[in-house]
């Protein structure tokens, strides 16, 4: 079967880093997305990687590890407009996308 | 303004009611999508067209039912709604739906309740 496993709720403090762990399982693999998505709200892409390796875009960076079937998010110096859910996705050998549940992200003063 | 229309934004349908979510983009992308996103759970995609007249059977589609007449509109209908199908609907669009790059570009969402 097809599976997107990621943390349910993570929470940090402004100013600091957090990492957001996704780890998939899909028939084939062309690819994963991270979506941020705040309460109420569509979710709106953030990245994608292809390759292994780290893609890094302003205080937002991904990874892929595809032998591993892992992905991160690595988010740094927190804002408090930060807290959102954050979806991980991955694309499968017929080119649709796969969620993970998302992982709700706490920003603490 | 460019994007992803959704509406309505909001419905409280009876049960055994037929309802109509309608999508608009003019973006021309070629593909679209239907998902329902549900607490606890990841978007789940109920069907979509990689092209006007075209579509196809996603991981929930029992109950629903979608066409694709033209490249902008891609409405979803459920036939006799049912408590169940109580959700955020969420339509999407995509340039290609049969590229690895699938970046989807999503309507701000319709919230219905079945009672």
Redesign the interface.
């Known amino acids: 079967g097809q599976n997107i496993d990621q943390p349910t709720e993570m929470t940090a403090t402004e100013g600091a880093i957090v990492q957001i762990n996704c780890t998939y399982q899909t028939s084939g693999f062309n690819g994963l997305f991270w979506y941020q998505q705040h309460a109420g709200e569509a979710p709106t892409f953030l990245s994608y990687n292809v390759l292994d390796g780290l893609e890094e875009k302003g205080r937002f960076s991904s990874f892929l590890s595809r032998s591993k079937g892992y992905s991160y998010l690595l988010l740094k110096e927190l804002q408090m407009k930060d807290s959102a859910s954050y979806l991980c996705a991955a694309t499968d050998s017929n080119y649709q996308l796969i969620w993970g549940a998302g992982t709700k992200l706490i920003i603490k003063p | 303004i460019a994007g992803i229309t959704q509406a309505p934004t909001s419905q409280i349908l009876a049960a055994g009611r037929r309802m109509t979510l309608r999508c608009t983009q003019d973006m021309r992308h070629n593909a679209m999508y239907w ?1 329902r996103q549900d607490l ?6 109920i069907h ?1 067209s990689n092209t006007a007249g075209t579509t196809g059977k ?1 991981e929930v589609p029992d109950g629903y039912s979608v066409s694709r007449a033209n490249t902008d509109d891609f409405p979803l209908t459920l036939a006799s709604a049912v408590p169940s199908q109580t959700s955020v609907y ?1 339509c999407a669009s995509s340039d290609s ?13 319709t919230r219905l309740t079945v009672l």
């Open positions: 998902y606890g759970l990841g978007l789940r995609l979509y996603g969420f739906g049969t590229s690895s790059y699938n970046e989807q570009f999503f309507g701000p969402g």
